[in-house]
């Protein structure tokens, strides 16, 4: 349809925040219990499975946004072009470091919702602690899901200081480097939350 | 003592359709030259630096002063006014190519066109004209008028566009310098009454929403314009405008 860019471009930054965005922090938040051990954490995970309407949840705040967020941004990273070698000012490069780090968030995702999510919702596998801890007794799988968080914790915080460009929040050059400070706490908090839970695993 | 030379590579293309091939030339150094004076020998001796006889170099000038924006072109991998641009501040050779995303008409000529189209698509004036005379338009306070200033200094030249990477030929993204200039007439005071059609412009397909937030453009900008500060002010007008749309308000117009 004619002239809907402007409306998917704004939903597409809105749905990185709201819902994916919270969903993020929540879920990372829920991983954490595992650093209380393994009775804490399938504690805290079949408190989350057990939400009523748990299947609407999951479709209306995680699938769907995510699916329209990642078929946008593909579309997106494709038609930029990227040049931080001949402009290698420190926003080309958050640029170009957001559009890698979709792609690898993207492949991420799809592997880990297959090894997990959907391995359950066939029955194959439990929701337990123990699943995680087997994904990530190997080196390789642990490896890539320290890859994986980092990747996607940039994404999420990177995003939200275009997110606040982008909805015109922040508009002057000095709210938008304060909201650079705000975005790299954001980022290594999120991301030492998510690590550590990692590490409770192994 | 020796006639000191100096040495430079421009990248030349005959037409638009045909394949750029690069040609060294060596001329006779003067102090203070720049681009454009360096460029202006190969119309004097059109001879490459290794005596081949050659067709002197395109380029468009005009002001000579940094003012008009015809004779931008990437020197030495960067996007600006061959006027400005002084041999004694660059390293040698010096590499003098078109900027790579316009047409090339020939050598160092691009066509710029899709610039302004999309000033008149942005609607980038003020319109003063009736069928009878309006009287005079309201009056411009003079600290904003000194503000507007700063944004008014926007010579089309398309360095913005040149860096920026989501202007290119995958993508149909209008650039920094037009939604600049939306912000610059709609903070007019009888621009503004056509402050939403600039909007409704910019909410187009192609429009302010194909910006990635590079910033590339107000680095490399050479009148220092507040660009970056321009697209995120008309980020919020035009996301206000189009909730006013949708909700129905009657300040939508």
Known sequence: MENREFFYRRLHSLLGVVPIGIFLIQHLFVNHFAVYGPESFNKAASFMHDLPFRILLEIFIIFLPILFHAVLGVYIVFVAKNNVTRYGYFRNWMFFLQRITGIVTLVFIVWHVWETRVQIGLGTEELDYSLMETILASPVMFAFYVLGIISTTFHFANGLWSFLVSWGITVTPRSQKMATYATILIFLAVTYLGIRALFAFV | ?253
Not at chain 2, 49 to 72: D, F, I, M, Q
Not at chain 2, 104 to 123: H, Q
Not at chain 2, 172 to 179: R, S, T, V, W, Y
Not at chain 2, 195 to 218: F, T, W
Request: glycine letters at 6%; proline letters at 7%; charged letters at 25%.
């Open chain 2, 1 to 253: 003592m020796a006639q000191e030379k100096l040495t430079f590579i421009v990248k030349r293309q005959d037409n638009p359709n045909a394949e750029p091939y690069d040609e060294t030339f060596e001329i006779n150094y003067r102090k203070n030259m720049n681009i454009i004076s360096v460029l202006m020998e190969t119309q004097k001796y059109p001879i490459t630096a290794n005596g081949k006889k050659t067709s002197p170099v395109n380029w468009e000038s005009n002001c000579l002063e940094e003012v008009c924006g015809a004779c931008s072109m990437v020197i030495n991998g960067e996007p600006r006014q061959a006027c400005s641009t002084l041999v004694d501040q660059l390293e040698q050779p010096i590499r003098i190519e078109p900027m790579s995303t316009f047409p090339v008409e020939r050598d160092l000529v691009v066509d710029r066109s899709r610039m302004f189209d999309s000033l008149k698509k942005v609607k980038a004036w003020i319109p003063i004209d009736g069928t009878h005379d309006l009287g005079p338009g309201p009056r411009m306070p003079e600290k904003k008028r000194q503000w507007a200033y700063e944004l008014s200094k926007c010579m089309t030249c398309g360095v913005c566009l040149e860096a920026c990477p989501n202007v290119n030929s995958d993508s149909d993204f209008i650039g920094p310098a037009a939604l600049s200039q939306a912000r610059l007439f709609n903070s007019h005071p009888t621009g503004e009454m056509n402050k939403s059609e600039r909007l409704e412009a910019l909410m187009e397909d192609g429009g302010i929403s194909g910006c990635g937030n590079s910033q590339n453009c107000v680095q490399v900008c050479p009148k220092g314009i507040p660009l970056t500060t321009s697209i995120a002010a008309m980020n919020r007008e035009t996301n206000i405008q189009s909730f006013k749309n949708f909700f129905g308000s009657d300040y939508a117009h």
